[in-house]
């Protein structure tokens, strides 16, 4: 998914400096900057979320461990008891 953001980003810049260049119409002009825009949004959601989801993942990561350390206490516990 980033990898089709960053390619669609480069399109958008080269659309725009298509329509700089050759003297395009307004509407080409337009049209290129919202495909820019668009493909620049797409490329800051797909970073966040991958952001996220990696912090998530390290959220389940320590959940789990802090699970295994209570549940190791636990049997620290009943082994003295023993």
Do not use: P
Not at 4 to 18: M, N, P, R
Not at 36 to 44: E, M, N, V
């Amino acid at each position: 998914m980033f990898a089709w953001c960053a390619i669609l980003f480069g399109l958008g810049i080269l659309a725009f400096f298509d329509s700089l260049f050759n003297m395009g119409d307004i509407f080409r002009r337009v049209n290129s900057v919202m495909f820019l825009l668009i493909s620049l949004g797409l490329l800051i959601r797909t970073t966040i979320k991958i952001k996220t989801n990696k912090q998530e993942s390290l959220e389940k990561k320590v959940f789990n461990l802090e699970q295994q350390v209570r549940i190791m206490e636990q049997g620290e516990k009943k082994l003295a008891e023993f």
